[in-house]
């Protein structure tokens, strides 16, 4: 199992502000920012990112728009500077939200443009977007997902044509050469990830072979997992522990006290990332049919419930860090007891290869931050990495 | 009665009713809404027909058909192939603005045009809004702006059967793929108002908070021959809010028209 380290780069100090308002998203005013402040935490986040790639971490990035909970906006920039900073980490865009980019051939030139700079460390995510994207792009909620296709076709024909332009006369996107420089060191294109949290996400990244990562929850990921699995196997094509990833919350410690409330002030990022005004949660389109119903059905205050292992309802916008544990939301505790979590969890999942670790939730202060990642990366990680080379089939159940 | 056409390779399901001289509703961005008042009402003077838009109730929403100019070459397509002579074209909200683009392209087979509280023109500067941002707020606020009696619009989706929450979930989509951006508007829709050659009524409801009674004025100013009247106690849906109302000041334009 590879392990990623990942920080949204918060900006924490607007988070009070937020939640009074009842959104830290999109129409959350920017007087709540402060920049001196936040020069500070962005330098800070970067040396922690840093830091990764001396404890042996791979390192992830994504990025968020008008919204107090994710300063990065642009994973390539972000990713530039990390590229410079690091030696071995493989850095992980995950990723752009190809659907509400109007450019795709300027994705493909710069994640070719990160490649060839990290000397081919780039892997590259592909993401559909969370629906409150959708109203700070203003990209047409309708249409995304046939635009995501589209796009998706265009990066990676864009990085792997090498004989001179060719024209793309689409649905949605017009270019008459597409010819980019620079081309990427790996071939024919740096790993694709997709993100995603339904079954049907799990049958297009196994159509593409694609890593499919998921996040927050088991009881979402393992459907998820399976249908890729299923998928692959009726395409011919065993599908191993390397396709599949999962985003938590880790917090290790000296003690399990200790790892616990680092994981529960990491954890504060869960709990702020679904407070989002209601308008911005399910702009129309944006799910399918089938899902809209449920929702109509439901109410409109079902969303962001989660169960746990047990079956009972978790709102993660007021879970301890215990309910957490129990949805596989956090895992935490001293190296080897995060290592027992996290091992039985891949083996529940039928075998997960890729960890996504948020180590930076806000209010965890720089110390903290930096003694996480540093137990994480040389008391954990090296024993999970290990664990990779055991098949899913012998890690299932 | 409800039936079934195919109309350039689009399957429409259309409801016709009443008899007399005919007359094409094109429907608010909310739905067609059939079952309410208003369309009884309207089939007491006229043969009323009245399309599901592409992507609403069970009428298909091919990939290719993207823009209000389609759905405009869409009905003059059904204005021909139901041969309509003399025809009322009658289109609210986001049908206003379909029925609009109809009239700019062709008027051959109708003779008077009716827009109540139509979506589809810009008006004012670039950080004014003409039309309410119906997508970036809750569902109350909505009510507020869209009704003068907020209750009026209450549904209770929770009762409805799941074909019927399918129906409105592909509404609200389609709505989304021909108004998302720009926001329920054609930016170039206003320089060719000019070229409505029919007696044009401005239907508007006194209190909608969507388009307001100023932004009808400045549809009013462009169309050659358009009258307006406001209609009390009504918001952005006046044939839903004041049906009988509506329906007579309709039936008197046209015979006076």
């Not at chain 1, 070719?112 to 959708?134: F, H, T």
């Not at chain 1, 599949?244 to 680092?262: D, P």
């Not at chain 2, 009322?88 to 683009?101: P, R, S, V």
């Amino acid at each position: 199992m590879r392990c990623w380290y990942f920080s949204e780069m918060a900006y924490h100090p607007a988070w009070e502000a937020g939640l009074a308002r009842g959104t830290l998203r999109v129409v959350l005013p920017s007087s709540n920012f402060d920049p001196p402040t936040a020069h500070g935490l962005l330098n800070r986040y970067l040396d922690e990112f840093a830091l990764c790639d001396e404890v042996g971490l791979d390192i992830m990035v994504n990025e968020h728009h008008s919204t107090a909970t994710c300063m990065t906006v642009s994973v390539p920039m972000a990713l530039a500077i990390i590229a410079r900073e690091t030696k071995r980490a493989r850095l992980l865009s995950l990723g752009t939200p190809i659907a509400n980019r109007p450019d795709p051939v300027r994705v493909a030139e710069e994640m070719a443009w990160l490649d060839v700079l990290s000397g081919g460390r780039l892997e590259m995510g592909l993401v559909k977007g969370a629906p409150y994207e959708i109203q700070p792009a203003n990209s047409n909620p309708a249409t995304l997902m046939r635009r995501y296709w589209e796009a998706h076709d265009l990066i990676l024909k864009a990085m792997s044509t090498h004989d001179g332009p060719f024209n793309w006369e689409g649905e949605f996107f017009h270019y008459r050469s597409v010819n980019i420089w620079p081309k990427p060191i790996q071939k024919p294109a740096p790993p694709v990830w997709m993100t995603g949290m339904s079954v049907d996400t799990g049958k297009l990244a196994a159509e593409r072979g694609h890593v499919v990562g998921t996040l927050l929850s088991g009881g979402t990921a393992k459907p998820m997992y399976d249908a890729y699995r299923q998928r692959a196997r009726e395409l011919g094509w065993d599908a191993g522990p390397d396709r599949m990833a999962f985003a938590a919350v880790v917090g290790v410690g000296a003690t399990r006290e200790e790892g616990l409330r680092r994981a529960d002030q990491i954890a504060d990022y869960v709990r702020t990332a679904p407070v989002v005004a209601e308008p911005f949660t399910n702009p129309p389109g944006y799910n399918s049919i089938g899902a809209n119903v449920a929702i109509m059905k439901a109410g409109p205050r079902a969303h962001r419930i989660v169960k746990d292992r047990q079956g009972n309802s978790i709102d993660h916008r007021r879970a301890t860090v215990q309910q957490f544990m129990d949805t596989d939301t956090v895992f935490a505790g001293t190296p080897d007891e995060v290592f027992q979590q996290i091992r039985d969890f891949s083996i529940r999942m039928g075998g997960i290869g890729h960890l996504l670790f948020f180590g930076q939730g806000g209010h965890l202060g720089h110390e903290d931050a930096t003694e996480n990642i540093k137990l994480f990366g040389r008391e954990v990680a090296p024993r999970l990495r290990d664990l990779s080379v055991e098949p899913a089939s012998a890690a299932a159940e | 009665m409800a039936r079934s056409i195919n109309i350039a390779g689009v399957s429409l399901e259309l409801e016709q009713r009443g008899s007399g001289r005919p007359l094409l509703f094109l429907h608010p961005g909310e739905g067609l809404q059939p079952q309410l008042e208003w369309l009884d009402l309207l089939a007491r003077h006229f043969r009323v027909i009245a399309p599901h838009h592409p992507g609403w109730s069970n009428s298909a929403l091919p990939d290719w058909l993207m823009t209000v100019d389609d759905l405009a070459y869409l009905y003059l397509d059904l204005a021909a192939f139901e041969a309509l002579e003399n025809a009322i074209l009658l289109g609210a909200c986001f049908g206003g603005w379909i029925a609009a683009e109809m009239a700019i392209r062709d008027t051959r087979r109708f003779a008077q045009l009716v827009l109540a509280d139509p979506l589809g023109i810009k008006v004012g500067g670039f950080t004014e809004r003409d039309i309410a941002d119906m997508h970036a707020i809750s569902r109350e606020d909505y009510a507020r702006l869209a009704w003068a009696d907020p209750a009026k619009g209450e549904r209770d989706l929770m009762r409805l059967p799941d074909t019927e929450l399918a129906g409105i979930a592909r509404g609200r989509e389609a709505f989304a793929r021909f108004g998302w951006k720009p926001y329920m508007h054609n930016p170039r829709l206003r320089h060719w108002l000019h070229r409505i050659d029919l007696p044009t009524l401005l239907l508007w409801g006194e209190q909608d908070g969507i388009v307001s009674t100023t932004y009808g004025q400045a549809w009013q100013a462009e169309i050659r021959a358009a009258q307006m009247q406001v209609i009390p106690h009504a918001g952005h849906f006046p044939h839903w809010e004041q049906p009988k109302d509506f329906v007579d000041r309709l039936v008197r334009f046209v015979e006076s028209n």
